[in-house]
């Protein structure tokens, strides 16, 4: 959903439209809670908390501004309602995505032994971001796995843009060998295959 059909639908669910009230809880219901599951495994509290932010949203829909960014917006709201539910725990845990989809392009003589790697790809990222502090995988979620700028993550996390600027690199330095590796893998896999006359 791109940003003026985004914001259209917000409108018309401002003006107490229902189907565009749902059409928002579909859209977003998943990604929510995909993006809860990071804080938590209690599967029942995200749910209940994404209920409760979408009936607070339609009960305070005609006093509700127009945000920039709905997604934005729905990311930082059930957040902050889950950090204020999980407050009298002593830590928060954030792991890895559990799914997302590869976006290169190989050769058709490499599909089959990309797609074995890309499970090993995938569980080696995730072996490796689970190590980081909760901020810095947080950061590495939102920008890599939801392509928020810079700016956008700062509004979802509550914190100053050269703060942001700092986790990230932070992160990526913490990365560099792991990164390293899967661009040398990723080249080798997209290479020609040598002429067998050239081997014999």
Not at 73 to 90: C, E, I, W
Request: include cysteine; proline fraction near 4%; charge should be neutral.
């Amino acid at each position: 959903m791109h940003a003026e059909q985004e914001q259209s639908i917000w409108n018309a669910f401002k003006r107490g439209e229902w189907h565009a009230y749902s059409r928002l809880y579909e859209e977003y219901y998943r990604r929510l809670n995909n993006y809860g599951y990071k804080f938590t495994r209690d599967v029942a509290l995200i749910e209940d908390t994404i209920q409760d932010l979408f009936v607070k949203l339609w009960t305070n829909r005609e006093t509700l501004s127009t945000p920039p960014s709905v997604k934005n917006y729905l990311y930082k709201a059930l957040r902050h309602s889950l950090f204020r539910k999980l407050k009298t725990r002593s830590k928060l845990s954030f792991s890895a995505a559990d799914d997302y989809d590869y976006t290169f392009e190989v050769s058709y003589d490499h599909q089959l032994i990309l797609r074995e790697e890309q499970q090993h790809m995938q569980d080696m990222i995730k072996e490796v971001v689970s190590k980081l502090p909760p901020r810095q995988q947080e950061i590495v979620y939102l920008r890599f796995y939801e392509g928020l700028s810079y700016e956008e993550v700062g509004e979802v996390m509550s914190i100053h843009i050269n703060s942001v600027y700092k986790l990230w690199y932070k992160a990526l330095d913490n990365l560099k060998d792991t990164l390293h590796y899967l661009v040398c893998l990723l080249w080798c896999l997209c290479l020609p295959k040598p002429d067998p006359a050239v081997l014999s």
